[in-house]
């Protein structure tokens, strides 16, 4: 018996019968994982179709993750669930609390019927070019955080312009695609604006920042603050020398950096919250409940990963800034 199964008065697209006649051939069981599927070009000689029609029909079952094709050897049967609606290639430069609280809800909001594959490129262009490359065609959307890599546009614009998402971070390369994004150098300085009154109490600013991570208007945020308010400041990197004094107060990045300042403050018995200060950026769990609560300036990381999955569901190609807030709490 034939899998494929193609009528010519049916009002369905021949392409769709293809696809259909696939699906149910997995489902019956004709089908199994790993099999090859009839060649395109046999497909098309039998059912008297063109070799678009055909090809068609298994890029949509390639996108959703259903076949793959094996260069010079044809089209397998990549998995046997053929529940798969679409398929979402992401992008995160790396994983942490709040990007898990992004991913959750991105998943949660899609459904059951759309695959997302997740990749990281931990802030490296060649890793990020590869993972681009090495996946073009198999997706039906790309969602892509290009963090602070720059000069990466020629490598996204590879991708069919039309499903791709970015998110997090945008530059003006990648203006033309639709994002959801943080305003970091609007969010730092207005955040610490609003704050300002808790400030005054600290004699100095000391803002944790590497250029290699971190997004430049973090920085200029930081620096418009402290021009504005004509307050004592200081960049560093790393705090690996750095012993805390009294008076000072710490505008930290990354949880690893907040832990090992925590530890200083403590050994040099320092009060958090009043002899020495703190702001994070960011919002996680560990902020809510260390210390009595860390103070952040962040963006909404579930509104974030749930609007995302909106915009690709109703393929919506808009710029949309994602809101940010102040959070007080005890260590400012």
Same mark, same amino acid.
Request: no cysteine; glycine share 6%; aromatic share 10%.
């Given at each position: &018996?034939?899998?494929?199964?193609?009528?010519?008065?049916?009002?369905?697209?021949?392409?769709? #019968?293809? *696809?259909?006649?696939?699906?149910?051939?997995?489902?019956? =069981?004709?089908?199994?994982?790993?099999?090859?599927?009839?060649?395109?070009?046999?497909?098309?000689?039998?059912?008297?179709? %063109?070799?678009?029609?055909?090809? &068609?029909?298994?890029?949509?079952?390639?996108?959703? =993750?259903?076949? #793959?094709?094996?260069?010079?050897?044809?089209?397998?049967?990549?998995?046997?669930?053929?529940? *798969?609606?679409?398929? $979402?290639?992401?992008?995160?430069?790396?994983?942490?609390?709040?990007?898990?609280?992004?991913?959750? %809800? +991105?998943?949660?909001?899609?459904?059951?019927? $759309?695959? $997302?594959?997740?990749? +990281?490129?931990?802030?490296?262009?060649?890793?990020?070019?590869?993972?681009?490359?090495?996946?073009? =065609?198999?997706?039906?959307?790309?969602?892509? &955080?290009?963090?602070?890599? #720059?000069?990466? =546009?020629?490598? *996204?614009?590879?991708l069919p312009k039309d499903n791709v998402y970015i998110l997090d971070q945008t530059n003006a390369e990648l203006k033309a695609y639709p994002s959801i994004y943080q305003n970091f150098k609007k969010n730092v300085l207005n955040g610490l604006l609003e704050s300002a009154s808790l400030i005054s109490k600290y004699q100095k600013m000391i803002l944790l920042f590497s250029k290699e991570k971190q997004p430049q208007g973090i920085l200029d945020g930081f620096n418009a603050f402290c021009a504005t308010k004509t307050i004592a400041h200081e960049q560093i990197s790393t705090l690996q020398n750095r012993v805390p004094v009294k008076g000072e107060l710490y505008f930290i990045l990354d949880d690893r950096a907040l832990i090992l300042l925590l530890k200083k403050i403590q050994e040099q018995q320092l009060v958090l919250g009043m002899d020495i200060g703190i702001i994070c950026y960011n919002d996680s769990l560990l902020k809510e409940v260390v210390e009595g609560g860390i103070t952040t300036i962040s963006t909404n990381f579930y509104t974030m990963g749930e609007r995302l999955a909106q915009m690709i569901l109703s393929n919506e190609n808009i710029q949309i800034e994602n809101p940010n807030s102040l959070i007080v709490r005890n260590s400012l």
């Open positions: &018996m034939s899998i494929v199964s193609v009528k010519g008065n049916s009002g369905t697209p021949k392409y769709k #019968q293809i *696809v259909a006649s696939i699906e149910e051939a997995v489902l019956s =069981g004709a089908l199994k994982k790993g099999d090859k599927l009839p060649s395109i070009n046999s497909i098309r000689d039998k059912h008297k179709l %063109s070799r678009d029609t055909v090809l &068609m029909a298994f890029n949509e079952l390639k996108t959703r =993750g259903i076949v #793959q094709s094996i260069a010079g050897k044809g089209y397998y049967l990549n998995t046997e669930d053929v529940n *798969v609606v679409q398929k $979402v290639f992401l992008l995160f430069d790396e994983l942490n609390s709040f990007k898990e609280d992004l991913y959750n %809800s +991105f998943l949660d909001t899609l459904g059951d019927n $759309v695959q $997302v594959d997740i990749f +990281f490129h931990h802030f490296n262009s060649d890793i990020f070019s590869k993972l681009i490359y090495d996946n073009i =065609g198999a997706y039906s959307y790309y969602v892509i &955080m290009p963090a602070n890599l #720059q000069n990466i =546009g020629h490598v *996204v614009e590879k």
